[in-house]
């Protein structure tokens, strides 16, 4: 019932838009204009409602997202700085099972997103702040964008864990989902309302801030960019034409190649970017710390700007939360799409988006801004001076948004201002293809698949496109701005409904990052391969020469290991423990056996012996003991993965490896041997270790195996 | 003792030529062959929002191509000459992807037809032949 009403609706929102928009004359488009102000007015000034603290207006849904970021971050722990480098590893493509080579991998989730993110807002967005907040707002940017990481991390976990899989073998991800499915799961009411709502929401900011927004920038640009030719009046139809034909031609003719060269060029555009930026703060390296100072001081007090510190804050905030996205929904529909057994895996790896889009790409501008000295300041009173509106500060030039980002990098290469009207254009058609999808989803999970209705979408995606460009209307620009952080008022209130559930997600995969398996990286002498992505993993349950990897089974201790038996036990088993019930445990008594098998097999004893490496009751767990531990054994990288494995059948894998290798059933009293070997050391660590190397060793010459698995399953 | 002989086959006339030739020496010698498909792939390639939604029914339709279209035929082609076969259909870099394989199987040799790039464009890009000459654990046999 709700759904057939909001269905009525969104077609009359619909219509109202489409049917009055052809309009295109001037004076009609005054006219339009008021009317459309008039009819959606009260829609923008509720999003962007802002509250008068001391002089300063704050928009309450930038203070909905940075809170909610901030209640993400504290209620997960501050994931975003304890998972860094497990979601770089994952991006990497560590953990990816190679038998799934020819899936969406990590870095392919992670790359699309960006694409639809990285945009106007880290070139024009940040321009805006550092104008209107000075230095200051950069400092709030980044705090906001490592905020927006936790953000990130909840709603792709969700995206990813309650995605439609259909028969077929497609994907449809993304808040509407979550919201219905886990809501469901949770026994909680309105999950559905809600998926609607950000449905309606989605589709509007699809065809507004996703895709008329980008092209009307887009053709501001190329007409600045044309003026400087001599052609005054560049007209946007032809802009908005081209937008059209070849959103058009990608989304609707099937034409991947255009879609594919831009993703290509995309990513490589966003290298050029910060790379220039980062060339241009090293050119004006003697600045850089006084841009620093600038940064802090303005981040924290007065520096004549409008609004003081404060009007920093809301500037900073508010320009990192339009930029990255976080908190908004529309990345979880990107990353849904990734394949994995572990939802959180991908939470992991999005929540290195805000940190590349605000931490870095959106600070560059900034600090090219700053540095290039492009902000007038009085050089008695050391503070900003404002401009003739009084409503931002004073720059060189007198120019604000992209211009100003522009002027900022043409004073050091004048060439650029070339290179950034390719780079905004390409920005905006990259964003516009991520969102005809976005929207494409949310069309599809309103009114359901099918042929007919996704082209009649996409056909007003198209049209949106060319009216974007053609028309100069702030009513229908505020509109679409508006529809986009709507999408976050539904999106956040699923999210706080939904943390428990991602939660204990997460915790249950951290936990078994340690505890049960642990695999890892044996090379000696040479890296795995690496080039083309695709990491050599042989298949568990063998053994290979150096340089490969080999599984590890950390086994869980049952029985009390006789003490006698290994001068090592006091760094193996640093406490009574019946299991490692985690990382931080297990670690230190990994590390340690590694070390003394090592030595042992350089003597060359069955016995173990004192390893020399060993010093004293020196806590084991510190970094140069650690990095010992690596020199001394050619283990060059631990990794943790998660499955399970028994003992038994770690059993049966040595036998059927010995029976593989040497194309010979294995001795049986050479399994007598290992299972006494390991009753009398007690742990079948260390003896499957001795016994494997001396058996490869001994048997099969062209295994110069230095350093094999202590046990294997 | 049996060995086993991986041919590289893409379909194109060249790898043909290195099954045939493959063919030859396994009856001579009696050793096995394993037919290796390798499409071309990289997890680090850019695709767009909908191919990330559409990949696993692509993978999946790409799999089952490859098997019907180049390696069924290809395997009877082989049985009828009395030579033991086995197929292998994976995603990857070509020449790494023709090494682990290599690896696994612990075959004896790799086989490759030469697709006949000269000049500029194996400077620039590499060639599989080029590239499994330098990394490959086992004797390389290139058929022109």
Known sequence: MTLRAAQLLFAAIALTIAGTAPSLAQGFEEQFDTYFGHATGWFVNIIFYSFDIGGISIPWIVGWLVIGATIFTIYFGFIQFRMVSHAIALVKGDYSDPNDAGEVSHFQALATALSGTVGLGNIAGVAVAVGIGGPGATFWMIVAGLLGMASKFTECTLGVKYRNEYEDGTVSGGPMYYMTKGFAERGLPGGKFLGIMFAIFCILGSWGGGNMFQSNQAHAQLANVMGSFGIESFPGWITGLLFAVIVFLVIIGGLKSIAQVTEKVVPFMGILYVGTAVIIILMNYNMIGTAFSQIFAGAFTETGIVGGAIGALIQGFRRAAFSNEAGVGSAAIAHSAVRTKEPVTEGFVSLLEPFIDTVVICTMTALVIIITGQLVSDPETGLFVLNEAGDAIKTVDGSSGVELTSAAFSSSFSWFRYLLVIAVVLFAFSTMISWSYYGLKAWTYLFGEGQTKEIIYKLLFCFFAFLGATIQLGSVLDFSDAAIFAMAIPNIIALYCLLPIVRKDMNSYIGRLGSVEIKIFVSPHRQPMRRGGALYRPPPFQIRGPSETIRLWLPRLTLAPERADCPFFDDIFPRPVTQFPRRKQAMPAFRAEMRHIDYCSRIGRDQPQPCPLRQGKQPLAQPQHRQRAKQATGIHKIVFTHEKSPRSRADMALYATFQRKFHQPVDPVDIQFLLERRRRIGRRLVADAQFIRDGLQTKAAPYQCQYLPFAIG | ?144
């Open chain 2, 1 to 144: 003792m049996s060995r086993k002989i991986i041919v590289g086959f893409d379909g194109s006339p060249a790898s043909q030529r290195a099954l045939d030739f493959a063919i030859t020496r396994a009856k001579a010698q009696g050793d096995g062959i394993v037919i290796a498909h390798i499409l071309e792939w990289s997890p680090y390639s850019f695709l767009t929002p909908e191919e990330l939604a559409e990949r696993h029914k692509r993978r999946k339709n790409e799999l089952e191509r490859a098997e019907k279209a180049i390696l069924a035929p290809m395997v009877a082609r082989v049985e009828e000459q009395g030579v033991p076969v086995t197929t292998a259909l994976k995603y990857g870099h070509i020449a790494e992807t023709l090494v682990q394989i290599a690896k696994t199987e612990d075959a004896a040799m790799i086989m490759i037809g030469r697709m006949g790039h000269s000049g500029l464009s194996s400077r620039i890009f590499g060639s599989v032949a080029g590239t499994l000459a330098q990394v490959a654990p086992v004797p390389v046999t290139i058929v022109p």
